[in-house]
């Protein structure tokens, strides 16, 4: 038996290598959808190592608020864009003083906007983030120039703004920040800082925003009373868990929530392990829904293979029938053709699979020469699932011209011409 389907292999590389062009072109397809697969599933791991990256660099020692009940899978309504006002500052100040939340050294409110900065004829729209004065302990946040604004300025609707660096570059150049007054939605502003470049952090960029105390961003600039993220410090990893349940119960206390179970919150307490989980997640589905999506490209190559085979069966119809006079049955005729669909397929999938492992490395090699951190990565799965489907591939689409050869009456094939 193995001896006759090495005959049949050896007859289906030479059939294969007796038309290279037709063959070539028919393997279009199936190199096309197979190396697609390869890409789509390296380049969706290497984003996902990228954004995982990025969100480890915020520290795993974190915790953050946000309004909005979340299911425990989903992402709260506020990441969607929808306005909830349920936080407030004197939430932020509760988490941060008081004593049943033991674990939590720091913590930073939040409220963020956008707008233009003015300094004399020099412009520049950023990003402005209202905030408390535990973003320096929260953020490691250092200052290059000047100092970051203190507890009484938070409070008091101080007009003061500290730069980031970004900031600082396009409106003042190479002249001195630090003293001089900004106009920021018609209100005036002293710059009493400039923030020490970072970068992006977790897809944010750090230097590209006007850091206000969040009173002063709150009523002066954005017209709100409500926060849109708190963030909290604990003082260690093994104790996130604590914290977590620590923060809720606070929250709920505070907001005369009844229910202990979570199901009445209007708010959602996520720790960083959790933030993994859930992009790990959320990239795992779309990277294998887009890499289906490219394998649908597998069955327009598989009606390629079809037609092609159906020629073939009619350009060969004398050979089917000599063989058939010599003693061929249908089952070596069908195997003979099924397999020379396979061996297409397959080669073609093989083909892809170098190809597509070569562009994504090229990807890779792109991604790190533009400064992320992109591992190249070919889940070993991507590539057997490839090779597999190909050959089903040719299996399924080669059985029609197969069976069409074998039932072919040998003394009519002979007679064809």
């Known amino acids: 038996m193995f001896n006759q389907y090495r005959q049949c292999f050896k007859v289906s590389i030479r059939a294969l290598l007796a038309n290279k062009v037709r063959s070539f072109l028919t393997m279009t397809g199936i190199i096309i959808g197979v190396s697609a697969v390869i890409i789509i599933m390296a380049v969706g791991a290497g984003a996902q190592s990228l954004i995982l990256a990025q969100v480890k660099t915020l520290g795993t020692d974190l915790i ?18 929808i306005i909830i006002t349920t936080l407030t500052y004197d939430d932020a100040v509760a988490m941060a003083e008081s004593k049943n939340v033991p674990n939590v050294t720091a913590v930073v409110a939040y409220t963020k906007g956008t707008g233009t900065a003015v300094w004399g004829a020099n412009s520049y729209d950023t990003n402005l983030s209202g905030c408390t004065t535990g973003y320096m302990e929260v953020e490691s946040g250092e200052v290059l120039n000047g100092r970051f604004f203190n507890k009484e300025e938070e409070k008091d609707l101080s007009r003061v703004a500290v730069l980031g660096s970004t900031v600082k ?24 800082g400039v923030m020490k470049e970072r970068g992006t952090v977790a897809f944010q960029d ?20 409500h926060l849109g993220l708190i963030r909290a410090k604990v003082d260690d990893e093994e104790n996130i868990a604590i914290a977590v349940s620590d923060i809720e119960a606070l929250l709920r206390e505070r907001h005369g929530i009844i229910d202990s179970s979570g199901r009445g919150d209007d708010f959602t307490v996520r720790n960083a392990a959790q933030a993994l989980d859930m992009i790990t997640v959320i990239t795992d589905a779309l990277r294998y829904f887009l890499a289906a999506m490219a394998a649908m490209s597998l069955i327009v190559g598989g009606i390629g293979i079809m037609n092609i085979m159906l020629v073939n069966v009619t350009e060969r119809t004398r050979e089917i ?5 010599v003693g061929a049955n249908n089952a070596d005729i069908s195997n003979q053709f099924l397999m020379e669909a396979i061996s297409v397929t397959l080669l073609g999938g093989l083909i892809g699979v170098i190809i597509g492992i070569f562009i994504s490395y090229l990807i890779a090699l792109g991604a790190h020469f533009l400064g992320y951190e992109w591992a190249f990565i070919v889940p070993p799965l991507s590539i057997i699932l490839a090779v597999v489907v190909s050959m089903l591939v040719g299996l399924v689409f080669g059985l029609y011209p197969a069976r069409k050869a074998a039932k072919l009456d040998p003394i009519e094939a002979l007679r064809y011409e």
Do not use: N
């Not at 007054?181 to 209100?187: C, D, G, R, T």
């Not at 590209?208 to 969040?214: A, K, R, T, V, W």
């Open 64 to 81: 953050g608020v946000l309004p909005g009940k979340a299911e425990e899978d989903g992402p709260p309504a506020s990441i969607m864009g």
């Open 169 to 192: 570059e396009e409106l003042f150049g190479e002249s001195e920040a630090v003293g001089q007054k900004i106009k920021i939605k018609k209100q005036s502003f002293e710059v009493i």
């Open 321 to 325: 029938g000599l063989r058939k006079a």
């Open 206 to 225: 750090y230097d590209d925003q006007i850091f206000l105390p969040i009173k002063t961003m709150q009523k002066l600039v954005a017209g709100v009373h």
